[in-house]
């Protein structure tokens, strides 16, 4: 297991832009493919965002061209970048660690609010 620390959540107007930061505990960091998800109430939690080992993107459709994954080996962190941010973007977002398609970890969630 690895433990998973967010940070950068808060409350933003609709149009805003605002970056989370997530940082692993352990050096699996360097070989896990990292992602984002989020939870909006009364919804099932989805993936958002996610990265491989290799940098190798990919986005869910509802923030493609607005939000940007990325991560840094070396300071064991993964980054998400929200541009353009709409109220149904509010949620709790996660971090999560993945090796060979297991769960390496869960982070305790940050709060994003969205105003319009």
């Known amino acids: 297991q690895v433990q998973l620390v967010e940070s950068g959540g808060g409350l933003v107007q609709a149009g805003g832009s605002l970056r989370l930061s997530c940082v692993a505990s352990?050096?699996?960091?360097?070989?896990?493919?990292m992602g984002w998800y989020r939870q909006a109430p009364g919804k099932q939690r989805e993936l958002v965002a996610a990265?491989?080992?290799?940098?190798?993107?990919n986005y869910a459709d509802s923030v493609k061209g607005r939000f940007t994954i990325s991560r840094d080996n070396a300071q064991n962190t993964v980054y998400l970048q929200m541009n353009s941010l709409k109220p149904e973007d509010t949620a709790v977002y996660y971090c999560n660690a993945r090796l060979a398609s297991i769960d390496m970890g869960w982070g305790q969630g940050t709060q994003v609010t969205v105003s319009s």
């Open positions: 352990r050096n699996i960091f360097s070989i896990a493919t």
């Open positions: 990265i491989t080992s290799g940098g190798i993107p």
